[in-house]
């Protein structure tokens, strides 16, 4: 069983059952749904899995990081610099009725990375990720009981012409009580 | 093997988590609720021109017009001049980390008009937040390196350089810079994020808002019922219009050879005609 078939069928278990777990590519897209839909899948050509672990504190913050799994058989490439918040990782914040109270709006940024470079991306060997810390100083929160949505998506850095990466993307829910 | 190390932050709440799909409900709800649309305390005056009470911040904030009998073309016709509110900061230089400028979503402050027999509900404040955040190279990129103004000495430009930083610095105006930059490049270029095209986002769909909300209105008996009324219809148009002001400012392109990029390459050509004549003095 390969690794997307692995996570068709046991990521919609682990959701039933309120478990989170990485699930990865294609922000919840199943190796089902891209065997139902190849024209729009297709452009995705690597998995990539998210992560994410909200920090205890003020102001809220989180460590977020992309991996490729275990069972991958190829170093896969992720953009070096994943900063600013809301451009490659976007937060969605929602209450328990499941309301979004809080996102972000994504930033215009100059990269100083060229997205044609090399120098613009780590290259991860299986089992391996790449990550950093987000702090957003904006949201405000009632206590209660959320959950935080964090979205990547590559954007326009599709890898150098030698090594073309195509659409990445894929999301990860954590779940947040603020007391 | 080039992958970062992998850091388990401070405090670990929770661990990883498994994503909704992009279709989901919860993906796609807006964020209307999150735009706040509290009225002011205002008044109107004479001929129906709006005037805004202390506390609002800016008196100006009404571009009045004169108003015929029945208020509802001056209710469409006073426009309000929305205030854009900046805060730009400098981050810590980086030679990976990119400037960036966000902005928030505009709130607004409206009240209730009387007109004629009816009631309708007019715009009184809008206001958009932004942020810039300028996060310049080491100095070591820059052939002046301070003040962060491209104007200071250029003591970073040799007999053996000055060649490849103006070179470097040509391209830099269509593409992601080389080793050598301009600070200018950088603040031009998120001003006119911020100027150019954010602000000019925001204040085109204010017109189609405000028209909008003029159409709007009521034969509520008291004040308080004609507020309960149209706030929340006049909330929603604004919060309607400044969405897809937002979607128009996300579309534009921002790309090398784009306007942004264009805007920034004034601050280049600048800097390349002093490094030139620096050049030319120094008979190199």
Not at chain 1, 105 to 112: G, I, R
Not at chain 1, 155 to 172: K, V
Not at chain 2, 98 to 107: E, I, S
Not at chain 2, 207 to 222: R, V, Y
Request: charged share 25%; glycine share 8%.
């Amino acid at each position: 069983m390969t690794y997307a078939s692995l996570l068709m069928y046991v990521c919609p278990v682990l959701a039933v059952i309120g478990v989170v777990a990485a699930c990865g590519p294609g922000s919840g897209s199943s190796a089902g749904d891209r065997a139902k839909s190849p024209a729009v899948r297709s452009d995705v050509k690597a998995d990539v899995t998210c992560h994410a672990w909200l920090v205890e504190g003020s102001p809220f913050s989180f460590h977020f990081a992309l991996s490729n799994p275990a069972s991958a058989t190829a170093p896969l490439w992720v953009p070096r610099v994943l900063e600013p918040l809301g451009a490659f990782v976007a937060v969605q914040i929602l209450d328990g009725a499941g309301a979004v109270v809080y996102e972000t709006n994504p930033p215009k940024f100059t990269p100083k990375l060229d997205p044609e470079s090399r120098d613009a991306y780590v290259a991860l060997d299986p089992g391996y990720s790449h990550g950093t810390t987000f702090v957003d100083e904006r949201v405000a929160l009632a206590p209660g009981d959320y959950d935080v949505k964090l979205i990547y998506s590559n954007l326009y850095f599709r890898g150098p012409a030698e090594h073309p990466l195509g659409e990445q993307r894929c999301s990860t829910v954590v779940r947040y009580s603020k007391r | 093997m080039t992958n970062k190390e992998f850091r388990p932050g401070r405090s670990a709440l929770t661990g990883d988590g498994m994503a909704p799909g992009p279709t989901s409900a919860v993906g796609k709800r807006t964020l209307t609720e999150a735009l706040p649309s509290t009225a002011p305390k205002a008044e109107t005056k004479g001929g129906g021109t709006a005037k805004l009470d202390a506390g609002l911040g800016d008196a100006k904030g009404v571009e009045a017009a004169p108003m015929d009998a029945g208020g509802a073309k001056a209710a469409a016709a006073a426009r309000v001049v929305p205030k854009f509110v900046l805060s730009e900061k400098e981050g810590a230089r980086s030679n990976t980390k990119a400037a960036t400028t966000d902005t928030d979503n505009p709130t607004f402050t409206g009240k209730i008009v009387k007109d004629g027999g009816g009631w309708r509900y007019q715009l009184a404040s809008v206001e958009s937040k932004g942020t810039i955040d300028l996060v310049y190279y080491t100095a070591d990129h820059y052939p002046a390196p301070t003040p962060n103004d491209d104007s200071g000495d250029l003591s970073n430009v040799t007999k053996d350089n000055w060649k490849d930083i103006v070179k470097d610095l040509k391209d830099h105006r269509t593409i992601v810079a080389g080793n050598w930059s301009s600070y200018r490049r950088t603040y031009l270029h998120e001003h006119y994020h911020w100027e150019t095209e954010w602000q000019g986002e925001v204040k085109k769909a204010l017109i189609k808002a405000e028209d909008e909300i003029a159409k709007l209105s009521s034969a509520a008996a008291t004040e308080a019922d004609a507020k309960a009324e149209l706030e929340p219809k006049a909330t929603k148009i604004f919060n309607d219009h400044m969405r897809a002001a937002r979607t128009a400012y996300n579309a534009l392109p921002d790309t090398p050879g784009s306007a942004p990029y264009v805007a920034g390459a004034a601050g280049v050509d600048a800097l390349v005609k002093r490094v030139e004549a620096h050049a030319s003095s120094q008979k190199w």
